[in-house]
């Protein structure tokens, strides 16, 4: 079957994707793989195959925000993929998990349009334990502030005359801001697969502590490849405990 917006055919899709915003980023995760072959790039959608220590795995690119991001995961899963770990980066509410550290989401807030018209409200997105994890596992190990918390998906990134409550999500616990996360976990209940994400951060979404944004400095760059790593580690990890547990 041909995906009409992915451009892939489902045939072609092993069950296990990690998926991140950026193309390009995707093409940089694609380098870590044997026998990396693009299946299509198609809007802002581009998708690889491969294989990572034996496992066979996509890499795809959903874009910026809730609508095209969903838009990745619905067709994934139609695909066959039953296993999507996010890897992306957002902003920080602490001075404690400063631009360079990681993030696993357990669940985000959902502060996007996008879900509102799949689920009604007061439906939690909420990531799959196992899936969350084998990601903190994986990424605690590393060198580097690993945190694991709740994070917010927004659909707006420049702010405009409406006020954001940043300060009651943090105050509330909240670890860190996104713009994908809660479509990702409402899409993936919605439809029976599991779904975990880890963020890279690169800055403070709290206006007490915001400086200038850079996400492209060398702690920022360091932290996504921790993350790269951890996500193509805990995949592996659950693919063997799948194949450990399979009839
Ligand atoms: O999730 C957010 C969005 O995809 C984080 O970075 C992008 C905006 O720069």
Redesign the pocket.
Known sequence: MLLPILQIHSEDMPPYAIVC?DPKRAGHIAERLEDARELAFSREYRTFTGTYKGLKLAVVSHG??SPGAAVCFEELVRAGVKTLIRV???GSYSAEHPAGSLVVSTAAVRADGLTRQLVPEGFPAVGDSEVITALYDAASVMDGVTAKGITVTLDA?FTGVEEIPHKKYKQAGALAV???IAALYVVSTLRGVRAGAIVAIDGYADADLAEVYD?HTDAVGAAVEREIAAALEAMVNLAAKDESVAP
Do not use: K
Request: aromatic share 10%.
């Open positions: 915003g910026v925000g992306g980066t957002a990134f996104e713009m994908e996400p």
